[in-house]
């Protein structure tokens, strides 16, 4: 059987979203297949381990509220918004989140859930209203599934969304340009589920915050129009969210201040920068030097910047940056951050919102310890630590400290699966830290074992972490028990985990081939206590300096780039499925035998290659037959019997025949009724007089 990358299930004929999803698995470099649960299963496909929902890397589902409430023999109220109907949105809507929860528990994969537009003809506006708000509500926040409630930002016009003619042949409810649009949302959507978030957005001035070059036109002399304006309300976004926002610019550093001060009511303030480089260096060893600040990894930063011989010199000194090349023209650069996928914003915590303010403290902090030794710093610190145990409102950042933790994070576990969970909080005399560290703990005989022991990387070094097992082995001495064990598992970037480690009076129990226990009395484990030595004065350095930077994976710039600046709409992306399946172009062939070659070529596992080649040798079956009717209905304006199509002779030539006879007929019709029309407006002796004239 095929690796199942994703699982579909919805409640109405989804086949035809296969396609799109498919070219967006190979465009975002997936491997797997996309699997389809049968009709309308949505909730035994939830419920079942075994289902291919069950058995996929990632899920997506698909209702209409008239559909579930169909289901419940409700149609009548639905369709006429009847408080029963709506009641029973309600009721349903509870099923369908337990379901839900139930199975992205049970398999630990993302699941995007698509409340899909009603029927114009027998939906119901206001169910649909009701269960896309009362889901979105459950959700909100959800690391595990996700709501969309639309398929923007690449939702066609209205008129473009519905087909009431495939709707009504086989259920497919959608025109191929909206379920185009909704596999685009979905894939973005799930891209931005599982592919790590960028931590830091840096920016360049000219040509990409303004119009202009400051150091020649002046502070006064470039432009901020509209649509730059777009831009720095992205920005704005960004920083809500969490991202640190950075100015990496080679420009004077008071020209670019002056810009920002003059202009005070862009929605991007000085106060909102974590760091800047404005000078010039390369921008390269600027970013490198950012990191050094921030504390953070390379891989962490997306760059942006108009220029390409910028780009090409970052791409060329830190390819573990995201860089990407904004377009020169304003309008253009703003819908490219609208469509740039790594931008996106997922679940934001309170930490994320006051991550740029505690970067700022920690400069302070750091300004702090440059003027006196490591030990007199600590000693000043006025360092506060509170363990406690995690609520449900420490789910949000519990999961995601699990998730984000990498440098301090002993065993490398991204779930927790303990009996207590003890989350930490972290304050100085500079500002709060927010919960910034985890334990998950279980009791084992006579021991205290914790599964998962992490600290987030900006409060590394200041003991908290010893604070932390201290914490662990008081808690044991009063529950009687003898030893504390921390899990460990070495990652490639845990290293400041193993030498918090080798520091312990501790034993090694191994576990398996790459697990160990540190095994520690209960007591000495009470008793650890943060001591900075001359390890920790060297490791910390002086405010700026630049340390080693971990190597990181390519980052994909040129997949980035080519989704925002080309696949942007349903159109689009139409367009850039058909030319992955050329169509081979037959000498002789009439232009609707041509279009219907095309059309095959699209909707078939095999491309015909001739007028003689047959719908259901090339593997056709009764939905793609929905669909091609559908789209015949569409180009041609004609509709197609059946039975004209369940014929072994169903060839490209005799559709095509078909096709032209219907449209004659048609056109046949038409005239016979436009003169109908035309007698009904004569008087009797204009028609005598015709005759006359007939007869004469």
């Not at 709707?167 to 379920?179: A, I, K, L, Q, S």
Request: proline letters at 5%; glycine letters at 8%.
């Amino acid at each position: 059987m095929n690796k199942i990358g994703l699982g579909v299930a919805a409640t109405f004929t989804a086949e035809p979203l296969g396609d799109a999803l498919r070219f967006w698995l190979t465009e975002i470099g997936v491997e797997g297949e996309v699997a389809f649960a049968p009709y309308d299963q949505v909730f035994p496909s939830l419920l079942d381990p075994g289902s291919v929902l069950g058995r996929a890397g990632a899920a997506v589902v698909l209702v209409r509220a008239e559909d579930l409430v169909a289901e419940d023999s409700a149609a009548g109220d639905l369709a006429a918004g009847q408080d029963d109907g709506l009641d029973q949105v309600e009721a349903v809507a509870t099923d369908l989140v337990a379901a839900l929860r139930t199975s992205a528990r049970a398999t630990g994969t993302p699941h995007v859930l698509v409340v899909c537009p009603p029927s114009p003809e027998h939906g119901s506006p206001e169910a649909h209203a009701r269960l896309a708000s009362r889901l979105a509500r459950a959700f909100e926040g959800d690391r595990a599934v996700s709501v969309l409630t639309s398929a923007e930002p690449y939702e066609p016009a209205p008129e473009a969304v519905h087909d009431a003619f495939a709707d009504r042949t086989g259920n497919v409810p959608y025109t191929d340009r909206y379920f185009a649009a909704l596999a685009a949302a979905a894939a973005r959507r799930l891209h931005a589920m599982t592919t790590p978030r960028p931590k830091v957005v840096a920016v360049d001035c000219d040509g990409t915050l303004w119009d202009g070059v400051v150091g020649e036109d002046g502070p006064d002399g470039v432009v901020i129009g509209p649509q730059r304006l777009e831009i720095w309300r992205e920005l704005a976004r960004q920083v809500a969210a969490g991202r640190l926002l950075c100015l990496c610019s080679k420009n004077e550093e008071k020209d670019v201040r002056e810009v920002f001060a003059r202009h005070p009511e862009l929605p991007v303030g000085l106060d909102d920068v974590a760091a800047m480089r404005v000078g010039w260096e390369a921008k390269s060893q600027s970013l490198r030097s950012l990191a050094a600040e921030l504390d953070l990894g390379l891989d962490s930063f997306v760059f942006l910047d108009d220029s390409p011989v910028e780009c090409a010199e970052v791409r060329a000194g830190c390819p573990e940056v995201l860089t990407l090349r904004l377009p020169a023209g304003a309008a253009e650069a703003a819908a490219f951050l609208r469509h740039c996928w790594p931008l996106d914003l997922t679940a934001v915590t309170e930490a994320d919102r006051e991550r740029t303010r505690r970067y700022q403290e920690e400069r302070q902090r750091e300004q702090a310890r440059g003027e006196m030794s490591l030990a007199d710093f600590f000693a000043t610190l006025d360092l506060r630590v509170t363990i406690t145990p995690a609520g449900p409102e420490h789910e949000a950042r519990a999961a995601q400290l699990a998730e984000r933790t990498n440098q301090f994070n002993l065993s490398g576990a991204r779930r927790l699966d303990g009996e207590e969970k003890f989350v930490v909080d972290v304050r100085d005399r500079f500002g709060d830290y927010g919960v910034v560290g985890l334990t998950d703990v279980r009791t084992e005989g006579d021991t205290l074992r914790a599964g998962a022991f992490l600290l987030s990387c900006r409060a590394l070094g200041r003991g908290v972490e010893h604070r932390m097992l201290a914490h662990l082995g008081a808690l044991a001495r009063e529950r009687g028990l003898a030893r504390v064990a921390l899990a460990f598992r070495a990652t490639e970037r845990n290293q400041p985990a193993r030498d918090f480690l080798a520091a312990l009076p501790a034993t090694v129990e191994p576990s398996g081939e790459e697990e160990a226990w540190y095994v520690l009395g209960a007591a000495d484990a009470a008793a650890v206590v943060h001591t900075p030595g001359p390890a920790e004065e060297r490791a910390a350095g002086p405010a700026g300096t630049t340390g080693p930077v971990e190597p990181a994976a390519s980052a994909g710039w040129a997949a980035v780039e080519r989704i925002a600046t080309r696949l942007t709409g349903a159109d689009a992306i139409l367009d850039a499925m058909r030319a992955a399946r050329p169509v081979t172009e037959v000498a002789g062939a009439s232009p609707v035998e041509a279009a219907v070659m095309r059309m095959w070529a699209e909707l078939l596992d095999v491309a015909p290659t001739s007028v003689s080649d047959g719908f259901f040798q090339l593997g056709g079956h009764s939905l793609r037959l929905v669909q091609f009717m559908a789209r015949v209905r569409a180009e041609f304006g004609v509709e197609l019997p059946f039975d004209t199509l369940y014929t072994t002779s169903f060839t490209v030539a005799e559709v095509a025949k078909a096709i032209e006879e219907r449209q004659l007929a048609d056109a046949d019709d038409e005239e016979l009724a436009g003169l109908l029309d035309e007698l009904a407006g004569l008087s009797d002796e204009e028609i005598d007089a015709l005759l006359d004239s007939g007869n004469g």
